[in-house]
């Protein structure tokens, strides 16, 4: 238990295991905002949830309903650690999970899912879930490339306008990977009158806006709503962007799987700030970003038809089906990128190897300051070890 409760670990947990002032004593912070955020990663059960009153956040941690909240997480164990602790903290336990939705459609490339999390006081946080394993879920993500919308962002937006009229007091929004870039738009994009009620919108690692989307006269009004926060090596925030301002945090781990936000350090009540982006990220940003922006649409389209076509090679639905069965699904992949044009292939291998270290973090991936683009067919440098065997 002392293991499991440990308030000098510098990350969320110790944070939730040794904050005990209410939100009346202390407001909402960044790292209050990344707890959150993570909160709409869960597959919620039963109807109360779904409902406007809601229940509270403590009551959903029963044994019987565990397997099926962390059923296709990114992290099932670190999760289910995050729901204990914040159902024990006094600072979160009241609040009240309500509003929520889950909306997969494979067929529009679409994963949509949000709740309200109801603090004490009347204030309320619209949380927005980052992207889960699956490949459709990605896919999305890669589409706001070329896209000034997708299918999600419009939910988002419809969503916050359905639930802004059942919240007394202010309007927080945020969310993790792709769910902070959720948030973001759904400030943008949503009616005067519920901007008005917005306090601050908290994106964690969101990837970035097309250059179009940034133009827009709201999004220029309502930009300083926004606190983005990325770590060192973000791969996944800096997919695509161009005009967010965002601030540095420190991580314990390194290169790509900075992505994992139990791994973003906190100290006191703040996360620990960096100076700037960390050469890793840099040169993915540089290199992958500018490359894109080159791009017309139709091309912008293209290449992500062409990166999930390769990733779909294997016949696998998502990244942890993609890890568990590497020994088929590397060599098929291998197969379509042979198919490439040398230069195509050069951009798609790094678009997959920032996917490929975002979920599969028991792949070490080589540190990007020293990454050279691996040379087709020999992927040892993005899966090593695997690649090698599957040979």
């Given at each position: 238990m002392a293991s499991f409760f440990s308030p000098d670990e510098k990350n969320v947990f110790g944070y939730l295991a040794r904050s005990f002032d209410t939100?009346?004593?202390?407001?909402?912070?960044?790292?209050?905002?990344?707890?959150?955020?993570?909160?709409?990663?869960?597959?919620?059960?039963?109807?109360?949830?779904?409902?406007?009153?809601?229940?509270?956040?403590?009551?959903?941690?029963?044994?019987?309903?565990?397997?099926?909240?962390?059923?296709?997480?990114?992290?099932?164990?670190?999760?289910?650690?995050?729901?204990?602790?914040?159902?024990?903290?006094?600072?979160?336990?009241?609040?009240?999970?309500?509003?929520?939705?889950?909306?997969?459609?494979?067929?529009?490339?679409?994963?949509?899912?949000?709740?309200?999390?109801?603090?004490?006081?009347?204030?309320?946080?619209?949380?927005?879930?980052?992207?889960?394993?699956?490949?459709?879920?990605?896919?999305?993500?890669?589409?706001?490339?070329?896209?000034?919308?997708?299918?999600?962002?419009?939910?988002?937006?419809?969503?916050?306008?359905?639930?802004?009229?059942?919240?007394?007091?202010?309007?927080?929004?945020?969310?993790?990977?792709?769910?902070?870039?959720l948030a973001v738009c759904a400030a943008a994009r949503c009616s005067v009158g519920v901007a008005a009620r917005i306090e601050r919108v908290f994106s964690h690692d969101g990837p970035g806006f097309t250059e179009e989307a940034l133009a827009d006269e709201l999004w220029k009004e309502r930009a300083g709503l926004v606190s983005k926060t990325v770590p060192r090596s973000s791969v996944i925030g800096m997919l695509f962007e161009r005009q967010e301002d965002y601030a540095v945090v420190d991580s314990a781990t390194m290169g790509l799987t900075q992505h994992d936000p139990f791994s973003w350090v906190v100290e006191g009540t703040d996360f620990v700030r960096c100076d700037d982006l960390g050469r890793g990220a840099s040169f993915v940003d540089k290199g992958l970003n500018e490359w894109i922006g080159r791009m017309t649409r139709e091309e912008r389209e293209g290449f992500v038809e062409t990166l999930f076509s390769v990733l779909n090679a294997a016949g696998e639905d998502t990244f942890a089906d993609l890890s568990g069965n590497w020994q088929a699904s590397v060599p098929a992949m291998l197969r379509r990128l042979g198919e490439l044009e040398p230069e195509e292939r050069a951009h798609i291998t790094r678009a997959l190897s920032a996917l490929v270290g975002a979920f599969m973090p028991n792949v070490e991936l080589p540190q990007l300051p020293d990454f050279e683009l691996p040379q087709f067919p020999d992927l040892a440098e993005l899966l090593p070890g695997k690649a090698a065997e599957a040979r």
């Open positions: 939100f009346a004593e202390r407001p909402l912070s960044d790292v209050d905002s990344l707890v959150l955020a993570c909160l709409s990663y869960y597959r919620y059960q039963g109807d109360a949830v779904r409902t406007r009153e809601g229940t509270r956040v403590s009551d959903l941690f029963c044994a019987e309903h565990l397997d099926e909240m962390a059923h296709g997480l990114w992290d099932p164990e670190g999760l289910m650690r995050l729901l204990a602790l914040v159902a024990a903290s006094p600072r979160f336990r009241d609040l009240r999970v309500s509003n929520y939705v889950d909306d997969f459609d494979e067929a529009a490339e679409k994963q949509f899912s949000a709740c309200v999390l109801r603090l004490p006081g009347g204030d309320a946080y619209v949380s927005y879930r980052g992207t889960d394993n699956t490949l459709v879920g990605w896919k999305e993500d890669f589409n706001m490339a070329f896209e000034t919308g997708v299918p999600s962002q419009y939910a988002a937006i419809d969503y916050l306008e359905r639930v802004a009229p059942g919240i007394e007091g202010r309007i927080f929004l945020g969310g993790h990977s792709k769910g902070g870039n």
